[in-house]
């Protein structure tokens, strides 16, 4: 198992930025490729964000590319989302997940966080 938990989520205006947090306790994080997907309401989850076990590779939504930075700290065994320029179609829960390789897909995620949300206001 691969517990994650998620933080840093709120509320903020439009242009502004958040930074997530996703940590585990496991000591196995480095073993792993790390994603981001968000759900809005009414929506269904979708990828956001990926990096590899070693951090060198990442990829990104069309629409979050350039905004948006996924990074993460093995030996803290946390990976971010740095969001600027946030938009009101950002504002949706935000999950964090564990793979045992380099996927954009949601169905090669083995381990899933509980979520935190986020809300950009107009």
């Known amino acids: 198992q691969v517990p994650l938990v998620e933080s840093g989520g709120g509320l903020v205006q439009a242009g502004g930025s958040l930074r997530l947090s996703c940590a585990t306790s496991?000591?196995?994080?480095?073993?792993?490729?790390m994603g981001w997907f968000r759900q809005a309401p009414g929506k269904e989850r979708e990828f956001v964000a990926a990096?590899?076990?070693?951090?060198?590779?990442?990829y990104y939504a069309d629409s979050v590319k350039d905004r948006f930075t996924i990074s993460r700290d093995n030996a803290k065994n946390t990976v971010y989302l740095q969001m600027n320029s946030l938009k009101p179609e950002d504002t949706a829960v935000y999950y964090c997940?564990?793979?045992?390789?380099?996927?954009?897909?949601?169905?090669?995620?083995?381990?899933w966080g509980q979520g935190t949300q986020v809300t950009v206001s107009s």
């Open positions: 496991g000591r196995t994080f480095s073993r792993y490729g």
């Open positions: 990096i590899t076990r070693s951090g060198s590779s990442t």
């Open positions: 997940a564990a793979a045992n390789l380099f996927t954009v897909l949601e169905s090669g995620y083995d381990y």
